[in-house]
């Protein structure tokens, strides 16, 4: 098989602000595999969580390193390849799997969520997500999500340097503007670890009062963050779900006696075979899935799509908030997404973002 990859650049409509920082304009990768006239695509791309960093340049050098190794194998020989993805980085390994998977999907015929035997029926609504800002900034933001997706589900980022008294504002302004829509909002709260552990004590049980439904990483990533979440659970009313904390199998059983779901996202996992295997672990520990995204167009968010059958927390939204999408096929009716139909990862691509 032949194998390449390329940047294009992606430009949000409203920039997201979290307690790390804001991005308003990032840098991806198109990655292509090609063998026997068939084609598979896969997005990956910089990652930065605070404990972990991969630049796209970085991620872009892995995967040109790879291409040569991987000429004698055909795309669909895993076990022989498995090998060479051992030393990749989560984005770069997430870019070749996908473009892999989906070669693999188009050569059979079928939607990779049909080779797995998932219902696409089973999709629930997606949370759109309101950054950090000014209490009128929030409110303009909820009421722009309003026109585009009319969502029943809102994931307003907390942890603002600001301190508490400005998150707590941002809660009562969002749940003020919510009561004027027309039926009822979810509203997920994720700190993105911006508090610490007497901080996360203090706000649980007051996000619950106000109407808050879970609670999304409110400390820092560590190594030894599950001895945090387990001093945090007993005076948490609201389910606990770690994000950053949670990249790998053993971070997973390391956090599931201390939290109740985890936010799977495929770049941090490394893509679509690596993800299926966490979310068949968390759900046989118990745990409820969220299913996340970054700064991904509707190429990666398809690719993750295909795993929402699974999920109970969908999160899925960051390619509706992208100036100029260059892909096309994933479906939206309202604010519930669903995985193609069309073979593979069922993603096309503009001409011009060929490799």
Known sequence: MQGCCRPFRIDRVVP????????HCLERLLV?????????IG???????????????AVAAELAQLWPQLKPYAPDQWQQCEPLFASLSPPARCGVDLALLDWWGKALGRPLWRLWGLDRQRCGATS??????????????????FEQVRPSRIKLKLGSPRGLDHDRQLVQATIR?????????????????????????????WLKDQGAVLLEQPLPASPDDHEGYAALRPHCPLPLVVDESCWTLQDLIRLAPHVDGVN?????HGGLSQTLLMARMATGLGLRLMLGCYADTSLLNGAAAQLLPL????????????????F?????????????????????LAKSLQC
Do not use: F
């Open 16 to 23: 997201l602000t979290i307690s790390r920082g804001q991005t």
């Open 32 to 40: 292509e595999v090609s063998h026997e006239g068939i084609i598979g």
């Open 43 to 57: 997005e990956t791309g910089r990652v930065d969580t605070g404990r972990y960093h991969y630049g796209s340049r």
């Open 128 to 145: 759109v997500t309101v950054g950090l800002g000014s209490v009128e900034a929030v409110r303009q933001r909820l009421w722009q999500w």
């Open 177 to 205: 503007e919510l009561d004027r829509w027309p039926g009822s909002v979810d509203v997920q709260i994720d700190a993105n670890g911006g508090w610490d552990p007497e901080q996360a004590m203090t706000m649980a049980p």
């Open 264 to 268: 799977l996202k495929l770049l941090k």
């Open 311 to 326: 999920v109970q927390w969908p999160d899925l939204d960051s390619h509706l908030n992208l100036r100029r999408d260059p």
């Open 328 to 348: 096309l096929g994933l479906e939206r009716i309202g604010d519930v997404i669903r995985p193609s139909t069309a073979p593979g990862l069922g993603i096309q």
